[in-house]
């Protein structure tokens, strides 16, 4: 079975493929093509694979190229995590969003828009591409902003294309754990859109206990979303937000703390990749342990600020655990290619799941996974605070979808004036002049 990961030259690639050496059943992915647009980082990429893979007998073969066409070719499944623009472009689009005051978060508010607009329309020329190179193959995307990118490539790929994040598995993980359960035996009631979700239940062996948690303060506050929002808030919710929404929630405090910052997330991450990087360069540098070492800093700095404003210290090694997009990539795969029927909490489309969007609309819930792909599972209604924020934020990508499509200037204001967290149509004005002077491939954004 072959694998191309898109994006190949990307720093957390050998997460997949560290998951892939743990996969020893028939059936398994024994090809993997790295496709990038930069040959340095694919030729580091490549070398930190080489040696994940020294010893294993039945490693996947690793080929890398900057020829999209080859590497589409003969797919069985196709990993994205592009990144349009480096981390220099995300670093341009938190400053830019912070500058006006308002939120520049990779995936939510101004910065998230910003991406968005920047990444649908390469988004949208992959899915054509592998529509006719790769017909068959399954798409599966971790490209940020996840749900917008995978609800823009369904309109090509149709369920053929199914997102991935480690937020909400990572949450229901902690959640579990905290209550002294098997994370693998918990059933996760968890619906949003991608970063925008909550967990409103946990059951195990039929029983919800995530009300014994919100009763317990003790708990409650043991982990690291119960640290980030606070119990009080927690409780009054009734359930336990994706840690996302800490940008809604606390969104004076949080815009304060990132303008204050020395430098922002990405310009961090720009940073410190460059160095890793170059770093590949030299050919006596142990790659894997450079690597492994970058990535353990990169962990324990994730949302620093929100942290800060929350009062919540340093991250725990509990806190640490992820979701594991790798794990969630792997199941995923080895649910459709072997009919490993399994349940996976991701981004499809909505098919009447949630009954204030669309059927078109890309959610993230959980699904029922089997060889016909995955379908999302009943659930209960939105309360209606969350309903709001769910709505508003559907509109923005839509406005996003419709401005990547026509070039509309006027979708793209729209986009960033409907977002809860950009409080002025002017503002909105001023962000989109902003960032088309600042992003040349916003240069399409011309139309009235």
Not at 22 to 46: I, K, M, P
Request: hydrophobic share 45%; with cysteine; glycine share 10%.
């Amino acid at each position: 079975m072959k694998l191309t990961i898109l994006g190949g030259g990307g720093f957390r690639v050998p997460l997949v493929y560290g998951a892939l050496l743990g996969d020893h059943a028939e059936g398994r992915v024994s090809r993997v093509t790295l496709y990038d647009t930069d040959t340095g980082r694919l030729t580091a990429v490549a070398r930190v694979l080489a040696e994940q893979a020294r010893g294993i007998h039945d490693a996947p073969a690793v080929v890398a190229t900057d020829d999209l066409d080859e590497a589409l070719r003969g797919a069985d499944f196709v990993f994205s995590a592009i990144r349009v623009g480096g981390l220099e472009g995300r670093a341009a689009d938190e400053r830019v969003a912070l500058d006006e005051g308002v939120l520049g978060q990779e995936t939510v508010g101004a910065g998230g828009i910003a991406y968005g607009l920047r990444t649908v329309p390469v988004a949208v020329e992959l899915a054509r591409r592998i529509a006719r190179l790769a017909p068959h193959a399954w798409v599966i995307n971790f490209t940020n902003p996840a749900g917008l990118v995978t609800e823009a490539m369904s309109r090509h790929l149709g369920d053929r294309v199914i997102g991935i994040c480690d937020s909400p598995v990572g949450l229901g993980r902690r959640i579990a754990r905290v209550l002294g359960a098997d994370p693998d035996r918990a059933w996760i009631d968890y619906v949003g859109l991608n970063h925008l979700g909550w967990v409103r239940g946990l059951h195990i062996e039929g029983r919800d206990e995530l009300p014994r948690l919100l009763a317990d303060p003790a708990l409650l506050g043991s982990f690291e979303e119960g640290r980030l929002f606070g119990t009080e808030w927690l409780r009054s919710l009734g359930a336990v937000p994706n840690e996302y929404l800490h940008y809604y929630y606390f969104n004076r405090e949080a815009v304060r703390a990132y303008q204050e910052a020395e430098q922002t997330r990405g310009a961090f991450l720009r940073d410190q990749q460059e160095g890793f990087y170059a770093r590949m360069k030299d050919p006596a540098a142990p790659a894997l342990t450079t690597w492994d070492r970058t990535r353990a800093e990169r962990e324990a700095t994730y949302m620093a600020e929100n942290r800060d404003v929350a009062g919540a210290g340093e991250r725990e090694e509990s806190d640490l655990e992820s979701g594991g997009y790798e794990q969630v990539a792997l199941a995923l795969m080895r649910a459709v290619a072997r009919n490993e029927r399994t349940s996976l909490i991701l981004n499809v489309r909505n098919r009447g799941t949630l009954s204030v969007l669309d059927t078109d609309a890309v959610i993230e819930v959980p699904c029922l996974v089997d060889a016909n792909g995955a379908h999302p599972v009943a659930v209960d209604p939105l309360p209606y605070h969350a309903v709001g924020l769910v709505t508003a934020v559907k509109a923005v990508e839509r406005a996003v979808l419709e401005a990547a499509e026509t070039g509309s200037r006027a979708a793209a204001v729209r986009a960033f004036a409907l977002h809860p967290l950009v409080d002025s149509v002017t503002v909105a004005r001023r962000l989109v002049d902003e960032y088309t002077q600042v992003h040349p491939g916003l240069a399409y954004l011309d139309r009235p």
